[in-house]
């Protein structure tokens, strides 16, 4: 089985422009889940989806968002981007409830 | 509120030596809680759940809901150990899981 897929891999934005990001999900898992990580601070959770709806979102600010297609694949959106937001974005993939966690290696953002 | 809490950024043994890598968390409820662990070029990966009791690559960890700790421990440890381990914790039923800030593991030889 391919495992989870992120693109792009590396991104270089400028203040104010925005970014969308795609994870495709091992196939037949129908769980999203997004986080932003970055030194020091770890993963801090951005939201996750299931069939389409997200379930729960993290403590980021509304520039943040994202959905998921009926295929499970998923984007995230950010908006108006700010020198912070640079970082490494993971998205994971579970089959089921409780289920291990399976990550993508991620978009690197760098905003300057 | 849910936290989890890594204390130490950087953790330094020799090989052979016991290693403990602590982790605290926050909740009120039963949560599960897991280790993640993340090697150099790898991807951040599941190393063991406390459901499962089980001893993956000789480390094991133990729930105490009492002082609300979920260590990783390993009685020798070995230059593979090496890596960036995150404690993460999910509310029973829940749909997300938080990490602690995670503790960089660096056994000398």
Known sequence: KAGVTQTPRYLIKTRGQQVTLSCSPISGHRSVSWYQQ???????FLF?????????KGNFPGRFS???FSNSRSEMNVSTLELGDSALYLCASTQREGGELFFGEGSRLTVL | AQRVTQPEKLLSVFKGAPV???????YSGSPELFWYVQYS???????????SRES??????DLNKGETSFHLKKPFAQEEDSAMYYCA???TGGFKTIFGAGTRLFVKA
């Open chain 1, 38 to 44: 970055t030194p020091g601070q770890g993963l801090q």
């Open chain 2, 56 to 61: 993956i690559k000789g480390f094991t960890a």
């Open chain 2, 20 to 26: 403990e890598l602590k982790c605290n968390y926050s």
């Open chain 2, 89 to 91: 914790l999910r509310p």
């Open chain 1, 48 to 56: 996750e989806y299931f069939s389409e709806t997200q379930r729960n």
């Open chain 1, 66 to 68: 994202g959905r998921q």
């Open chain 2, 41 to 51: 070029r790898q991807r951040l990966q599941l190393l063991l759940r406390h459901i």
